[in-house]
């Protein structure tokens, strides 16, 4: 299986790297702020030296800062998209020549504030992962002629350094105690929910939908 994770920080590597046989060797840390061409050159040097790309995972995102609307300024709002939605246009791009050979398959990482608008600060950043959510529906209606599956993972608060910085210990026991299953979420949550898209064994016939990996915090009909 060739498997490919992009993020903007080596962070990744905790919520991936312990699911995969070869993890420093599938693992590619990009620039969301990069051109086509330049995300480009790595997607194709990573399908030349393997043989391939079948499942990409855009697990680039930020928060980047707490800033509300009413004061945010417009470079947050363009780091802020940039990072979360523009990430995974332009690498999809990339990796879709590929990922057709094969029949791939892609999993978008959207969050629970794209649901529920978000906390305090973080309502620019809710909207971009709103947008990844329907950025999702939209890819797996045009990949579904080249049998490529395009799902998204949804996750709650989860115990990663992306919580360390944005949220206080206070906050996350109380989102915790809040939880119907008692607990906050941890990368390997999230990992298994990705693998389970990934596998055309498990989920080969779900393509346009999400997986809500948050502990019952946020349900839909």
């Known amino acids: 299986m060739r498997f490919i994770a992009i993020a903007r920080h080596s962070c990744v590597s905790l919520l991936i790297e312990p699911w995969l046989i ?3 060797q599938n693992l590619l840390t990009i620039s969301p702020a990069g051109s086509t061409s330049s995300i480009g050159t ?3 040097d990573c399908a030349s030296s393997r043989g391939g790309i079948d499942i990409l995972v855009n697990n680039a995102g930020d ?6 609307f009413e004061t945010a300024t417009l470079d947050y709002h363009d780091d802020i998209y940039t990072t979360n939605v523009r990430s995974i246009f332009l690498v999809t791009q990339a990796a879709l020549p590929y990922l057709k050979k094969n029949s791939g398959c892609i999993v978008n990482t959207g969050s629970v504030a794209g649901h529920h608008g978000g906390g305090a600060g973080s309502g620019i950043y809710a909207a971009a992962k709103a947008a990844v959510h329907v950025q999702t529906i939209a890819m797996a209606k045009e990949f579904g002629k080249y049998r ?3 799902n998204t993972v949804v996750p709650g608060l989860i115990e990663t350094r992306f919580h360390q910085r944005y949220s206080s210990p206070q906050r996350r026991a ?3 105690k809040e939880t119907p299953l008692g607990r906050n979420g941890t990368a390997d949550d999230v990992a ?3 693998l389970f898209l990934a596998s055309n064994d498990s989920a080969g016939f779900i393509t346009g939908e999400y997986i809500a990996v ?3 915090l946020y349900m839909r009909a």
Do not use: E, H
């Open 22 to 24: 070869a993890p420093v």
């Open 42 to 44: 790595p997607a194709f």
């Open 63 to 68: 928060l980047i800062d707490r800033q509300p």
């Open 148 to 150: 490529i599956r395009v």
């Open 174 to 176: 109380m989102v915790a």
């Open 192 to 194: 298994k929910a990705i």
């Open 214 to 216: 948050n502990g019952g």
